[in-house]
């Protein structure tokens, strides 16, 4: 056992106070569905944090996360802990997303902390997050922890992670941790172990006040609450503070810590974590990832890794219904704040009205805050086509231009395009050996390139590919897990721009070209994706009293045409003295179904149909 | 019948332009049953200035002594269940009754005197083509009837055929077609295509059903049945034995609307009457011209798409679509 006091508190620039020496700043990293938020739940139970009466995963409070089974927002929780040797000691567990598209924020969360426990799953081994994640804590410095979780598993294969935690991360697999996040096993051992190997926060008390604010929620009475960690200085009511990414200056209302619930605390100091409240309302005043300083002290460094949110995705919402548009502004207002990440403007379609683009940081984020908007804010939305940004090179005589555009329908005319350039992405993709084959077909008919192929061992195959995101964000993780009967993961990020022979693909409902329906496509499958898209929307659309052709075109080419036949009966039956009130309800009933749907022209098309734009999936 | 003339007492006195025994299968009361109930009637209401009295019936029940009871107790029009002059047919729906007999019900109400015959057909039966359904309708013209109703079959829930869907049930397209070809059938035979699912010859419209869709009063007395009087629409339970019990207190659904929704409800049944159409004028001086300006706006937007044509002060649901009436008049409701 160390001896009260490390080696470098003897060097006085660096004065360790007693209690900065008793915090672990730490958090759990992992490939999806590996028992990250299930380890977090026993380790709160058995620090006595929480008693979970049932089997509710804790941190993960909002409904839709835990029906996706994912977090989306990062949460921590302070944890007071008795060591074995009788130390008191206080733990911050951060919670972390697992996704790839919310890498910024894992960074940042990862910035917080001292320590990471890299948890990988028994029974599925080193993944392709497991490894981004990796990466990003290495990057970021941590003392990483390796553990192999779900041990109580008759499938488990210990050695067999052992030897990839090794072999592909570089870490010491023979000292991994074996936990069982489900029945409780070694978990005991994990936190000795985060005391022991986590580094206490270094900090220097004669520093002026710096912190990271590396995640933050909307609470309606104390508005953006930023979620701090204090890495020199310290936060107290009443202290007067700088954002350093936007100049802004703000007063301390309160401090405190998360138990997962707010405590308020007289002070934050440096290497705590915690949250404060400073009234602050504007979204645009405080950003994920941003430094807090004191006005005192302008110059303050910044924490390095800030950067503005890079949307990936974008797409256009609309309200079904006109006048509930400035609803739908009051509800995006709200929900950016709870989110920083998603960016939006102003938007009008000559086919569906009034509206917003929305930036995305990838599919995922696209589609929880769709689901999002719709469930909390209860709007009836239609949502159009996805669209990543293109580099549009345009030429008008001697004139040549770059321009980057994120909605087809904003596209130049095509004799003044040069050159379209799409977004590439480097993907990385872990499958096991008997899927290999389907899921080269799948990535070849989605426009990759194999970069690399090898083996981490005997079960499977790592491929490196490399995809344009326009593929990727149409539905490919979807397919891929279906090729793959789930067992396939994969990661990716964005390396830079390439050109492609792309066509923008126009889409008109009975004549109406419909603007906000454009979409993007490369030239060779553009006529068999139109001739499917068709083929589906004309099977969504219901028939009207007029015959509806729908048509894809290119340029001023038709490539697809389906018609919808006009209805020709509706219900013909008695109509007598018993019938009058309930003919006239059920007239009433399809009047009320009609609402639900959006007037394109003259033609009313469902939600559905703008749904399935959105996933653009294959034949099934 | 008791409880029927307990219920009837309720509007004593009160005088009626036409009557219609119908609802379940009158022809099952038989001679006596119809004989008495219809005395019973007319001693407690004014019956002196009915001008037309229906009696609806089943092929297989009626006999020559039940059609001379009825025609002496005073009923003048008859209306005849045949649905189709197909025995195959009629069996995959499961009647009891073949052609044979339907057609022979309909001699026997000719022959026993009745001037005023009714036939109900249904279109869409499971194997039906043009050829099977031209061949009834023109069975049935033959026969000199005065007028014909013609059904779209509608598979109820919960029914045997719901359950067991025949494949060779013609669809909707399919319908349409027959059902243009029927309305060109009756109109080179004579008959009029009066209101949409009803054909007859000139003068012989059932004044009854007319009375319905021009939004007219009714009693309705029996389990089940409707009425609409003073402004309001209620229907008795149907609960048969509920209804023997306690006649008079079997009242759900009482239903009072707002001008302008009466007024609405009532063009779309006025708009059923294909050649009567609707009097704009006459609407809004029985409901107000304030409360039929909405609606009037949408009858404008309408016929402007030209799904109802505005003639001679009157509006009419274009012929054309007819079979589409429901997409069309669902338009004038609410706001």
């Known amino acids: 056992m160390m001896p009260f006091g490390f080696p470098c508190c003897k060097s006085t620039s660096m004065l360790i106070s007693e209690e900065m020496n008793n915090i672990r700043n730490f958090c759990i990293i992992a490939h999806i569905d590996h028992g990250k938020s299930t380890l977090a739940d026993r380790i709160l139970e058995l620090t006595g944090v929480l008693h979970t009466t049932d089997n509710k995963q804790v941190l993960d409070s909002m409904d839709l996360e835990r029906e996706r089974g994912i977090t989306i927002k990062a949460k921590s929780v302070r944890i007071p802990y008795k060591s074995n040797n009788g130390r008191d000691f206080i733990l911050n567990l951060i919670d972390t997303p697992g996704h790839v598209d919310f890498n910024y924020e894992v960074s940042r969360s990862l910035q917080a902390c001292e320590g990471a426990i890299l948890l990988v799953d028994a029974t599925q081994g080193v993944e392709a997050q497991t490894i981004a994640n990796a990466y990003l804590a290495v990057e970021a410095g941590l003392e990483i922890i390796p553990v192999i979780n779900k041990i109580d598993l008759p499938n488990a294969m210990i050695e067999d992670c052992r030897s990839q935690i090794q072999d592909m991360l570089g870490l010491s697999g023979k000292d991994a941790l074996l936990v069982s996040g489900k029945s409780g096993d070694g978990v005991a051992e994990l936190l000795e172990a985060v005391v022991e190997r986590v580094p206490p926060p270094k900090t220097d008390d004669n520093a002026p006040l710096r912190c990271l604010v590396f995640d933050s929620y909307y609470d309606s009475y104390r508005g953006i609450i930023p979620h701090v960690r204090v890495f020199s200085g310290s936060l107290s009511k009443g202290i007067k503070i700088m954002l350093k990414s936007t100049g802004k200056n703000f007063e301390v209302d309160e401090v405190g810590y998360f138990t997962p619930a707010l405590v308020p605390s007289a002070r934050l100091t440096a290497g705590e974590v915690g949250y404060l409240g400073a009234i602050i309302r504007e979204v645009g005043d405080i950003h994920v990832g941003d430094t807090i300083i004191s006005p005192d002290f302008p110059d303050t460094p910044a924490v390095p890794g800030f950067r503005k949110v890079l949307p990936m995705v974008f797409c256009g919402i609309y309200p079904i219904s006109t006048n509930d548009y400035p609803k739908l502004t009051l509800a995006l207002e709200k929900y950016q704040l709870n989110d920083s990440s998603i960016v939006y403007e102003k938007e009008t379609s000559a086919a569906l009205g009034h509206g917003y683009r929305l930036g995305f940081l990838g599919m995922l984020h696209m589609d929880i805050t769709i689901e999002r908007l719709k469930r909390e804010y209860g709007q009836d939305l239609i949502a159009t086509m996805p669209s990543v940004i293109y580099k549009v090179i345009t030429r008008k005589g001697e004139k040549s231009e770059e321009i980057y555009i994120d909605n087809p329908s904003r596209f130049p005319e095509p004799n003044f395009i040069e050159r379209i350039e799409e977004p590439i992405v480097a993907t990385r993709i872990f499958v096991p050996n008997d899927y290999i084959g389907a899921v080269m077909d799948l990535s070849e008919k989605n426009r990759g390139t194999l970069k690399n192929m090898e083996h981490p061992d005997t079960r499977r195959a790592l491929l490196t590919y490399e995809f344009p995101l326009a593929e990727i964000i149409t539905g490919y993780y979807d397919r891929l897990k279906s090729v793959s009967r789930g067992y396939a993961s994969m990661d990716y990020e964005f390396t830079g721009y390439k050109p492609g022979p792309l066509v923008k693909v126009d889409i008109l409902v009975k004549d109406n070209q419909v603007d906000a329906l454009s979409y993007i496509s490369d030239r060779d499958s553009s006529v068999g994706k139109a001739r499917n898209l068709i083929h589906k929307l004309r099977k969504l659309i219901p028939r009207h009293l007029f015959s509806i052709p729908l048509q894809a075109a290119i340029g001023g080419k038709i490539i697809a045409r389906e018609d919808i036949a006009p209805i020709r009966k509706d219900v013909i039956a008695k109509c007598y003295g018993g019938d009058i009130s309930r003919k006239r309800k059920l007239l009433e009933k399809q009047k009320e179904g009609k609402k639900r749907m959006k007037m394109v022209g003259s033609v009313e098309v469902p939600q559905e149909a703008f749904l399935l734009l959105l996933k653009m999936e294959d034949e099934e | ?335």
Request: proline fraction near 4%; glycine fraction near 8%.
């Open chain 2, 1 to 335: 019948m008791q409880a029927l003339s307990i219920e009837a007492e309720k509007y004593s006195g009160t005088a009626f332009q036409t009557l219609y025994l119908g609802g379940g299968t009158p022809s099952l009361l038989q001679a006596r049953g119809v004989k008495i109930l219809l005395s019973e009637l007319s001693s407690i209401f004014d019956l002196s200035h009915i001008t037309e009295a229906t009696f609806e019936a089943n092929p297989e029940s009626l006999t020559p002594a039940l059609l001379e009871s009825a025609l002496s107790a005073g009923l003048n029009r008859i209306s005849i269940g045949v649905q189709s002059l197909a025995d195959c047919e009629l069996e995959r729906v499961g009647r009891i009754h073949n052609a044979e007999q339907a057609l022979q019900a309909l001699e026997k109400a000719s022959k026993a005197g009745f001037k005023n015959i009714s036939a109900d057909v249904i279109l869409g039966l499971p194997g039906q083509n043009w050829s099977s359904l031209q061949t009834t309708l023109s069975r049935l013209i033959n026969l000199s009837l005065q007028h014909i109703s013609v059904y779209c079959l509608s598979v109820e829930p919960h029914t045997p055929l719901a359950s067991n869907l025949p494949a060779d049930l013609p669809g909707e397209d399919a319908q349409a077609n027959l059902f243009e070809m029927v309305i060109k059938l009756l109109a080179e035979a004579g008959f009029l295509h009066y209101e949409i699912s009803n054909f007859a010859r000139p003068g012989y419209e059932c004044q009854h059903n007319l009375n319905y869709w021009r939004g007219g009063e009714y009693l309705g007395l029996g389990p089940a049945a409707a009425s609409h009087l003073k402004g309001k629409r209620f229907k008795n339970h149907s609960d048969l034995e509920a209804y023997i019990i306690n006649p008079t207190g079997q009242l759900e659904e009482v239903e009072e609307l707002a001008a302008p929704d009466k007024a609405a409800e009532e063009v779309i049944t006025r708009l059923r009457l294909l050649n009567e159409g609707l009097d704009i004028v006459a609407l809004s001086e029985k409901f107000g011209t304030v409360n039929i300006k909405a609606l009037s706006d949408k009858l404008d937007r309408l016929t402007q798409k030209g799904y109802i044509k505005h003639e001679g002060g009157r509006f009419r649901l274009a012929a054309e679509y007819a079979l589409v009436s429901n997409s069309i008049l669902f338009q004038l409701l609410g706001d």
